[in-house]
């Protein structure tokens, strides 16, 4: 399906890696120029140069800390009007206890899963409404609707966004502007691989071990590859979708055991 998106652009945040990575590639085979944004430069010049090679579109790579004031500056300055936005961030970290956070911790974890998104739709929104067109796709977590592990550090500021994102994504459709977020189960990143090394450590077995007791978690009964979110992101930039909206799509296998 030709997804109508050529020539359209897209602002992709943390996307020199894993998730985000795969959804710039995904919308830069739809013939999207990408601008991408990731904090360490060498990682994310690799994926520029790897995106550009494939698919010939115009890629811009910014070194920048999305979460801070002065880095979200940096990113929109190079990409001020995206037609597409794809917020994204890191993980939460690895905190055995909640207890041992403070203030500035939790500050921290709101700037990175409820400011940083709220801030860079604020900025881009209002163009998308006057071109007529805008696809924004948010990446959260399926700890948004059910508990999974030690995330509920992420799972706190993201149920907030959640619910600032279904006000506003019905407020802004009929303008053609689509607002859904992507909640992904176990897609196999750098950062799943990270965990899962950690994991299996403190439970002395190997990480292939590890990897198959989180595969089964799913009734699919495996951990997806990041091309499947990307191009599923793809889908929901698409201009077939102009009537999805406000959704909580997750990607997780059928992991999440509800019915709606
Ligand atoms: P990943 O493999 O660690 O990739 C994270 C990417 O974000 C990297 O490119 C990283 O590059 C960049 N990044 C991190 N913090 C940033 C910041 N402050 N500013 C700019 N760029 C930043 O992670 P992932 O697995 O793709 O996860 C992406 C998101 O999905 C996370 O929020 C994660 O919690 C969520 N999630 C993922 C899964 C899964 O199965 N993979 C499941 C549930 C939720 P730099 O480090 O160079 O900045």
Redesign the pocket.
């Known amino acids: 399906m030709d997804l109508g998106l050529a020539g359209k652009t897209a602002l992709v945040?943390?996307?020199?890696?894993?998730?985000?990575?795969a959804s710039a590639f995904s919308l830069a085979r739809e013939g999207v120029d990408v601008t991408i944004?990731?904090?360490?430069s060498g990682?994310?010049e690799e994926t520029a140069a790897d995106i550009r090679a494939e698919t010939g579109v115009g890629v811009t790579a910014v070194t920048?800390?999305?979460?801070?004031v002065e880095?979200r500056a940096k990113a929109l300055a190079s990409c001020p009007q995206p037609d597409i936005l794809v917020t994204?961030?890191?993980?939460?970290p690895h905190v055995s206890d909640f207890r041992r956070l403070g203030r500035d911790d939790w500050t921290d974890l709101l700037d990175?899963?409820l400011v940083a998104p709220v801030l860079l739709i604020q900025a881009t929104l209002d163009g998308m409404i006057e071109r007529r067109f805008g696809r924004i796709v948010n990446?959260?977590?399926?700890?948004v609707k059910m508990p999974a592990g030690s995330?509920e550090l992420?799972a706190g500021p993201r149920a907030g966004f959640t619910g600032f994102v279904a006000g506003l994504a019905r407020q802004v459709v009929r303008h053609n502007v689509t607002i859904n977020n992507l909640?992904?189960?176990?897609?196999?990143?750098?950062?799943?691989r990270?965990n899962m090394e950690v994991r299996a450590r403190d439970a002395g077995c190997t990480i292939e071990e590890m990897y198959a007791r989180r595969a089964a978690l799913a009734p699919a009964g495996r951990?997806a590859d990041?091309a499947e979110f990307g191009d599923t992101c793809a889908f929901l930039c698409g201009a077939q979708a102009g009537y999805i909206t406000g959704h909580n799509l997750l990607l997780d296998g059928g992991r999440y055991p509800g019915m709606f």
């Open positions: 945040s943390a996307a020199s890696r894993g998730l985000g990575r944004v990731a904090r360490r990682p994310l920048a800390d999305i979460t801070g880095g994204n961030t890191g993980g939460p990175a899963y990446i959260t977590s399926i700890v995330l992420s909640l992904p189960g176990s897609l196999d990143t750098d950062r799943v990270e951990i990041p």
